[in-house]
């Protein structure tokens, strides 16, 4: 792999965080966790670039913003990835652990890191890891709101605290620049530290937490639920 070849943009809306790469050889294009409002910025980067943007993937089911999976979906052909475990009717791709999402040079490992969500994956490619809201900088995601579960995210952060420290993190929000790496996560986030020292700690600080539910919590977990233009698909997609 010639990293030289591919382009990589971090793109910010808010304290949303999406990630766009493009293969440069193969003129193939892919977007992490795009948000709804940066649709035409995903579409306009691919044709710039000459690309043809194939897979739109979500980490998980968000429930503070609306995912641009179905606008792209709907507007190129990209196809949605998600973990299996996600309820949305409109994925067309079903990763789970250990499963590798392959674009042109682009090479993304999945990692089945619950928690946050029962679908919540992080995906790996070289010295980057991509992780949703898995493990933020200086914190980690709720789990008090649907598919949550602390005990699971305790361990999946157990979990990312054993790779290698020179790993950069890039995670869905952030409000400050946003890349850390798992080594200064390890020294300094409260969470992860808190994680490592004691799992009863750990799980009684989220569990008995209670912040207020995101501004957007209902309109966008019932877009990221709902199907297609109104429509469901079969079985075998989830529904």
Not at 9 to 20: A, D, H, K, N, T
Not at 113 to 120: A, C, L, V
Request: hydrophobic share 35%; proline share 5%; glycine share 8%.
């Amino acid at each position: 792999m010639d990293e030289k070849e591919i382009f990589f943009e971090q793109i910010r809306s808010g304290g949303c965080l999406s990630y766009f790469f493009a293969s440069g050889k193969e003129k193939v294009a892919l977007v992490i966790d795009p948000e709804i409002d940066k649709a035409e910025e995903y579409l306009r980067l691919a044709e710039e670039l000459g690309s043809r943007l194939i897979y739109a993937i979500d980490t998980h089911t968000h429930a503070d913003h609306s995912s641009a999976c179905k606008i792209l979906r709907d507007r190129v052909g990209s196809k949605v990835v998600m973990h299996r475990a996600s309820e949305a009717p409109y994925v067309d791709l079903r990763v789970d652990e250990g499963d590798t999402i392959r674009c042109g040079e682009i090479s993304l490992k999945v990692f089945h890191t619950p928690g946050h969500t029962e679908d919540s994956a992080c995906l790996l490619f070289g010295d980057r890891i991509f992780t949703g809201d898995t493990l933020l900088i200086g914190g980690c995601g709720r789990t008090d709101l649907p598919g949550g579960d602390a005990e699971k995210q305790y361990n999946s952060l157990k979990r990312l605290a054993t790779l290698d420290d020179q790993i950069r993190i890039f995670p869905a929000h952030d409000y400050r620049p946003a890349f850390s790496t798992l080594g200064e996560e390890k020294q300094s986030n409260p969470r992860v530290l808190m994680a490592v020292k004691s799992r009863d700690e750990f799980l009684e600080f989220m569990t008995t937490r209670k912040p207020p539910l995101p501004r957007k919590f209902r309109s966008a977990l019932e877009w990221n639920r709902s199907p297609v233009q109104g429509t469901q698909r079969g079985f075998g997609e989830g529904i």
